[in-house]
């Protein structure tokens, strides 16, 4: 069957480090998107992206980037990891505009 | 840009009793709306959408959502609540042209008693 995940499940690092979280998905989706949870904000968009080659900003992009090299993949990257990233990232894709986004089941990250 | 608002942040039900989530939406233009729910712990699921036509949207698990212009509101509904309905609930809007790009409301967290 076909899904998305995410590497790895749980991060723990240290302020200033750089932090990779992987997304992966084997619908062929054109669409990936990376949002943040934290309590009383609900989902925030990071970053996106609707092919290869192609990212764009979301409205929490600052300290964060992304690359699209394929379809599957789109790694998001916390360039020098702070404190208030602290946070549990969930990576989701779809196929068309307007179609259902289908959630990865996301990485809790934990900055010291 | 679009918003979302979901005015209860915690609502507590007993088991068997209706249920009746709220969500406000801002958008100019015709929205795409969506209902997802979150277990503990895991990713979010789509209980059901609308995009156009019949403003009562069927969905999974028993769920229904009215869409309701005149009110910018788009409120999901359970006719009797199963313990196992406990979640959170996200109530998220989309625009037509850029429907791929969502954005959530704050979420409310349900607890159903016994």
């Known amino acids: 069957d076909a899904e998305i995940t995410q590497s790895p499940r749980h991060k723990i690092t240290e302020t200033g480090r750089q932090v990779t979280l992987a997304c992966h998905q084997t619908w062929n989706h054109n669409n990936m998107f990376w949002y943040r949870q934290d309590l009383g904000h609900g989902l925030r968009l990071i970053h996106y992206?609707?092919?290869?080659?192609?990212?764009n900003k979301g409205e929490v992009s600052d300290g964060y980037s992304v690359s699209r090299s394929n379809t599957e993949d789109l790694p998001l990257t916390l360039e020098s990891a702070a404190s208030s990233q602290t946070s549990v990232y969930f990576c989701a894709s779809s196929r068309l505009a307007g179609n259902e986004q289908f959630f990865g089941p996301g990485t809790r990250l934990t900055v010291l | 840009a679009q918003s979302v608002t979901q005015p209860d942040i915690h609502i507590t039900v007993s088991e068997g009793a209706s249920l009746e989530l709220r969500c406000n939406y801002s958008?100019?233009?015709?929205?795409?709306l969506f209902w997802y729910v979150q277990s503990p712990g895991q990713g979010l699921q789509l209980l059901l959408k609308?995009?156009?036509?019949?403003?009562l949207v069927q969905g999974i698990k028993g769920f229904e959502a009215e869409f309701k212009r005149s009110q910018s509101s788009f409120n999901l509904r359970k006719p009797s609540v199963h313990w196992s309905d406990a979640a959170e609930y996200f109530c998220a809007v989309g625009a037509e042209r850029t429907a791929s790009k969502l954005t959530f409301g704050t979420g409310t967290r349900l607890q159903v008693t016994l």
């Open positions: 992206s609707y092919g290869v080659q192609d990212t």
């Open positions: 958008y100019g233009a015709t929205p795409y």
């Open positions: 609308y995009f156009s036509g019949d403003t």
